[in-house]
């Protein structure tokens, strides 16, 4: 199993450019989620999909927008970058039991720069 | 929502020494506290998880308490050695849309030095 993966795991934009990054995982997991890590703040939760066709936002959505493609892809999409998106972008997931929280599960990360 | 505090933001310790990490949550409904390590460069890795129905729980060199009453939670490394060197993130869960989230301390670098 490759876990959960990421693509790509570097790019560089300039402002007002458009991307979207991916993120997959092979474990059958229900429960998705992408944050971003910025120096001194930890990981902040961007949005997150408790389950396949529905997804709900984190603590720091502005700028992000997300889909989740099927139950193993949710994909990250920034339509118009600005320079304070420059972060580490991480994916996890984890296999959802009704009503108890549980280990979430990264990907290797996404090192965004936005000049 | 939830809010969680972690001290000290770094933390030096001689090898063979012991290492304690402290974090405080806000939300009396968070049921579930784990610790991520984050090697330079590398993935966040779950290194040992609590339940709000427990108040300790260890596995080998590491542990972790849980004060309910208090809203604080420590892990505790013993022997330290270098490949400990890493970031130590802790975690409350929180809900959010009626679905469990993870609310993440700032993280502690914790240093080892032979």
Redesign the interface.
């Given at each position: 199993n490759a876990g959960v993966t990421q693509t790509p795991k570097f790019q560089v934009l300039k402002t007002g450019q458009s991307m979207t990054l991916q993120c997959a995982q092979d474990m059958n997991h229900n429960?998705m989620?992408w944050y971003r890590q910025d120096p001194?703040?930890?990981?902040?939760?961007i949005y997150?999909s408790?389950s396949e066709g529905t997804t709900?936002k984190?603590?720091v959505p502005n700028g992000y927008n997300v889909s989740r493609l099927n139950k193993r892809e949710f994909s990250l999409r920034l339509e118009s970058a600005a320079p304070s998106q420059t972060s580490v972008y991480?994916c996890a997931s984890r296999k959802?039991l009704v009503g108890?929280?549980?280990?979430?599960f990264?990907?290797?990360?996404t090192r965004l720069t936005v000049l | 929502g939830e809010n969680v505090e972690q001290h000290p933001s770094t933390l030096s310790v001689q090898e063979g020494d012991s290492a304690v990490i402290k974090c405080t949550y806000s939300d009396s409904a968070s049921n579930y506290f784990p610790w991520y390590k984050q090697e330079l460069g590398k993935r966040p890795q779950l290194i040992i998880d609590i339940r709000s129905n427990v108040g300790e729980k260890k596995d080998q060199r590491i542990a972790v308490t849980l004060n309910k009453t208090a809203k604080h939670f420590s892990l505790h490394i013993t022997e330290t050695q270098p490949e400990d060197s890493a970031v130590y993130f802790c975690a409350a869960s929180g809900t959010n849309s009626g679905y469990s989230t993870l609310t993440f301390g700032k993280g502690t670098m914790l240093l080892v030095s032979p």
């Open positions: 429960s989620y001194g703040m930890g990981l902040r939760l997150y408790a709900d984190g603590e991480f959802t108890l929280a549980g280990e979430q990264f990907g290797p990360g | -």
